[in-house]
């Protein structure tokens, strides 16, 4: 995403430990069902950037005559992310917990606003998704994301405020 570069020159970018990850990674690949659905995997989680990736399948046309992604699928799957930025976000501030610890962090976290700009046709076989953390305060974080074809042509953007206590 780029703009990450300000933020993280300032603080160093926190890789999680393995339980952490495959803890979030279970939220949100498993447990949240409707992301299940969608066929969200999440291929990428730190503190200053998570990607996830969605395989274009029958279920998730919107449009049968171009086999173009449905546009609720782009914003669902960036809500997502967004979300799963947050929780990261809230993982790195803290560290100082065992990783299961912060994984309970996460009972409150919900979407306040959110606003998807959609810029190009969704047509492809897969679906790459990115979202940062621009701003985590002690109730409200806000988010940027991005829909990307595999080719690395932005899709669409979006941005979000999440309630985080």
Same mark, same amino acid.
């Given at each position: 995403? !780029? &703009?990450?570069?300000?933020?993280?020159?300032?603080?160093?970018?926190?890789?999680?430990?393995?339980?952490?990850?495959? !803890?979030?990674?279970?939220?949100?690949?498993?447990?949240?069902?409707?992301?299940?659905?969608?066929?969200?995997?999440?291929?990428?989680?730190?503190?200053?950037?998570?990607?996830? $990736?969605?395989?274009?399948?029958?279920?998730?046309?919107?449009?049968?005559?171009?086999?173009?992604?449905?546009?609720?699928?782009?914003?669902?799957?960036?809500?997502?992310?967004?979300?799963?930025?947050?929780? &990261?976000?809230?993982?790195? $501030?803290?560290?100082?917990?065992?990783?299961?610890?912060?994984?309970?962090?996460?009972?409150?976290?919900?979407?306040?606003?959110?606003?998807?700009?959609?810029? $190009?046709? !969704?047509?492809?076989?897969?679906?790459?998704?990115?979202?940062?953390?621009?701003?985590? !305060?002690?109730?409200?974080?806000?988010? $940027?994301?991005?829909?990307?074809?595999?080719?690395?042509?932005?899709? &669409?953007?979006?941005?979000?405020?999440?309630?985080?206590?």
């Amino acid at each position: 995403m !780029g &703009a990450n570069a300000d933020k993280t020159s300032a603080e160093a970018v926190i890789e999680f430990e393995p339980e952490f990850v495959a !803890g979030l990674k279970k939220v949100f690949e498993e447990m949240v069902v409707f992301n299940k659905v969608l066929g969200l995997e999440i291929t990428k989680i730190n503190s200053a950037e998570v990607r996830g $990736r969605i395989a274009m399948k029958p279920d998730l046309v919107g449009h049968f005559s171009y086999n173009r992604i449905h546009g609720g699928v782009i914003s669902a799957g960036l809500d997502a992310l967004g979300g799963l930025a947050c929780m &990261a976000a809230i993982g790195a $501030r803290h560290m100082d917990e065992p990783p299961m610890q912060r994984l309970h962090r996460f009972a409150k976290l919900g979407t306040i606003d959110l606003r998807i700009d959609y810029l $190009r046709p !969704g047509i492809g076989d897969a679906f790459e998704l990115q979202a940062e953390v621009l701003r985590l !305060g002690s109730r409200v974080a806000n988010t $940027r994301m991005a829909f990307l074809g595999t080719d690395g042509k932005l899709l &669409a953007t979006g941005s979000a405020a999440y309630i985080v206590s």
